[in-house]
């Protein structure tokens, strides 16, 4: 069963911040566990890692961080090593879903309960965790998708034409399912538009400037609209547009995450939305998933962290700033 989890930003936190200081005594308080995540080199990442230190220290929580540059091998590895120490509790932000199946079954063997944030691999596999907690990557892209439809209608352009993709790193869960929610959706909703191409930005902003400009050289004025599957990948495709010499307030721009960047090309007028995933949350719900798992609650599977859709209309609502140290 999954369970959606509908406040938003600040109110989410503010009230399951409220809720640990009532647990702060409860069983999680001294428990060992180990927090293997991706490294602050992702600005998201960096702040999700703050926030779940700062959050875990609020409730009593042994929490160790281990991070990795985004290599499975390596997190590998340290998925033995934790299992070496006899944590409580594994916490895990898988790099590859898919390749970190045998060491997630190494942890099962070991008898350790295990937890995964941010990234939600096959849920065929769902027997190797007791739960998952983070975004819906498929309901994101889908929502995405209704977004960029919405944002030609607003410009008075007709539902067709060509549309590209900028995505995440190709094989990662995320990406596969914010794909295929996008896909379905826009050939459900607007079949008249057609996806022209897709390269990965690999969620860097460089890298999409690159693929965008490989884009829009071979397609050119075919484009009606552009999907980035994350805010600071949309940020390359403006520059790419720019360095083209196209006006992307004549295109639908649609990104994701309401970072930092994506609020201001909102606020801007250079991107029409954006889907919310927030470090805040993700972090939060997590540490409310330890909490769950030492207190004996009853734990669904999924436990999905909000994605309203954005625009200029209620950007300041939803989208709350990154806390900065």
Same mark, same amino acid.
């Given at each position: 069963m999954n369970i959606i989890r509908s406040t938003f930003g600040a109110l989410l936190a503010g009230s399951l911040l409220a809720s640990a200081s009532v647990a702060a005594e409860g069983a999680q308080a001294g428990k060992k566990v180990i927090f293997l995540g991706a490294d602050?080199?992702?600005?998201?990442?960096?702040?999700?890692?703050?926030?779940?230190?700062?959050?875990? &220290?609020?409730?009593?929580?042994?929490?160790?961080?281990?991070?990795?540059?985004?290599?499975? &091998?390596?997190?590998?590895?340290?998925?033995?090593q934790a299992i070496a120490k006899r944590p409580d509790a594994i916490l895990l932000w898988t790099i590859d879903g898919t390749a970190l199946f045998p060491a997630m079954r190494k942890v099962?063997?070991?008898?350790?309960?295990?937890?995964?944030?941010?990234?939600?691999?096959?849920?065929?596999?769902?027997?190797?965790?007791?739960?998952?907690?983070?975004?819906?990557?498929?309901?994101?892209?889908?929502?995405?998708?209704?977004?960029?439809?919405?944002a030609l209608e607003a410009?008075?352009?007709?539902?067709?034409?060509?549309?590209?993709?900028?995505?995440?790193?190709?094989?990662?869960?995320?990406?596969?399912?914010?794909?295929?929610?996008?896909?379905?959706?826009? &050939?459900?909703?607007?079949?008249?538009?057609?996806?022209?191409?897709?390269?990965p930005g690999n969620w860097d902003?460089?890298?999409?400037?690159?693929?965008?400009?490989?884009?829009?050289?071979?397609?050119?004025d075919e484009i009606v609209g552009v999907y980035a599957a994350e805010d600071i990948m949309m940020q390359g495709v403006l520059i790419a547009a720019e360095r083209a010499g196209l006006d992307p307030t004549e295109m639908a721009m649609v990104g994701g995450g309401c970072e930092p960047v994506g609020i201001k090309n909102i606020k801007a007028g250079l991107q029409y939305g954006t889907v919310l995933q927030s470090p805040v949350d993700e972090a939060t719900y997590a540490v409310q998933s330890i909490v769950d798992l030492f207190n004996g609650a009853e734990m669904s599977k999924s436990v999905y962290v909000p994605h309203p859709m954005v625009t200029a209309e209620n950007v300041d609502e939803v989208c709350q700033p990154w806390p900065t140290n």
């Open positions: 602050d080199i992702c600005e998201y990442c960096a702040v999700y890692n703050d926030q779940i230190r700062k959050l875990a &220290a609020e409730k009593g929580i042994d929490l160790e961080v281990v991070t990795n540059k985004f290599d499975p &091998a390596q997190q590998a590895t340290q998925v033995d099962q063997r070991a008898d350790i309960p295990l937890l995964l944030t941010d990234v939600q691999p096959d849920k065929a596999r769902e027997d190797l965790w007791v739960q998952y907690t983070g975004g819906n990557y498929e309901e994101q892209g889908s929502k995405s998708a209704q977004l960029l439809i919405n410009k008075g352009k007709p539902l067709e034409g060509g549309v590209i993709m900028i995505t995440g790193i190709v094989g990662q869960a995320q990406t596969i399912s914010m794909t295929k929610g996008f896909t379905e959706t826009l &050939a459900d909703l607007a079949p008249n538009l057609e996806i022209l191409g897709a390269q902003t460089g890298t999409s400037t690159q693929a965008a400009a490989g884009l829009f050289t071979k397609y050119g």
